[in-house]
């Protein structure tokens, strides 16, 4: 659900050369969405802003609830009792504001709130705190050896990936991240300007249908397999993580340390295997 719609036309000037022409373009919108918490305690309701993070309008409900998870902040979609637009109480208002309204009885660590953004690796933090954060998060472990992906498959899904791209094939501006079953099939697919909101709102959808953990799943992005694209993933419990771009060392590391098969450079007929390739068939 979305009261904004994803593009935006704007007129440019081109220039070729030694002539110059107006014309019209179509841009992907990237707007800031806040994201607050009304928590129940014993005293009544506690109004909590969480984050704010720029986004492209579209699936807000899916990205608020995938980076609920993903951050450890609920425990899974039952924890979510109504997600809503809503600004200072008045809903159907602002829809740049995202209340997610906590179930009666659900516990949330007020300090964890003040601290767990820095627990990635955008801000800075070392390596072993950022792994340290991510094993907190992680409830149940992936399943060895499930599923099996053959390579013909793997180089498949860039291309799958790409035609499935409605917004980008009219705009060639954002990134998308897709679930695919094992035989290739397209499950889910999101896009967004930023890559991690992508795979927030993939993971969110799947959250809000009570289908999380995703082990028989593989999830394919359009960057590169950067840590927090493979945290996400490992919270959500999906075994195959595969980027079109390169992988980073921490990424590596926490692939590596969960079991979990990572795939980088998927492009071209070719792609390289950096952690467990056990899941990749012969």
């Not at 440019?12 to 022409?21: N, P, Q």
């Not at 954060?133 to 992906?149: C, F, K, N, Q, W």
Request: proline share 5%; hydrophobic share 40%; with cysteine.
């Amino acid at each position: 659900m979305s009261r904004t719609s994803p593009t935006a036309r704007v007129t440019l000037t081109k220039v070729d050369h030694a002539t110059r022409e107006r014309e019209e373009d179509i841009l992907v919108v990237e707007e800031p969405m806040e994201i607050r918490l009304s928590i129940p305690t014993k005293e009544g309701e506690v109004a909590k802003s969480l984050a704010v993070t720029m986004r492209t309008p579209g699936n807000d409900f899916e990205l608020a609830a995938g980076f609920l998870f993903t951050e450890g902040i609920i425990a899974g979609g039952r924890d979510i009792e109504q997600l809503s637009y809503c600004v200072d109480g008045k809903a159907d208002q602002e829809f740049n504001v995202i209340t997610a309204a906590l179930r009666s009885g659900v516990e949330v660590d007020m300090k964890r709130l003040a601290r767990h953004f820095y627990a990635t690796s955008s801000c800075g933090v070392c390596g072993k705190a950022s792994l340290d954060a991510v094993r907190v998060l992680v409830r149940e472990p992936l399943p060895v050896g499930r599923p099996t992906v053959s390579p013909e498959v793997v180089m498949t899904l860039p291309k799958r990936l790409r035609d499935a791209q409605d917004v980008f094939s009219r705009t060639g501006g954002l990134h998308a991240a897709g679930l695919f079953n094992p035989n290739g099939t397209l499950v889910s697919l999101m896009e967004d300007v930023g890559r991690h909101n992508a795979v927030d709102k993939v993971i969110g959808e799947q959250l809000l249908r009570g289908a999380v953990p995703l082990w028989d799943h593989a999830l394919q992005v359009s960057g590169r397999g950067g840590f927090e694209i493979v945290q996400k993933a490992l919270v959500a419990g999906i075994p195959v993580v595969s980027a079109v771009g390169a992988p980073s060392s921490l990424a590596v590391e926490l692939a590596r340390e969960s079991g979990m098969t990572l795939l980088g450079f998927v492009r071209d007929g070719r792609f390289n295997v950096y952690a467990d390739a056990g899941r990749i068939g012969v």
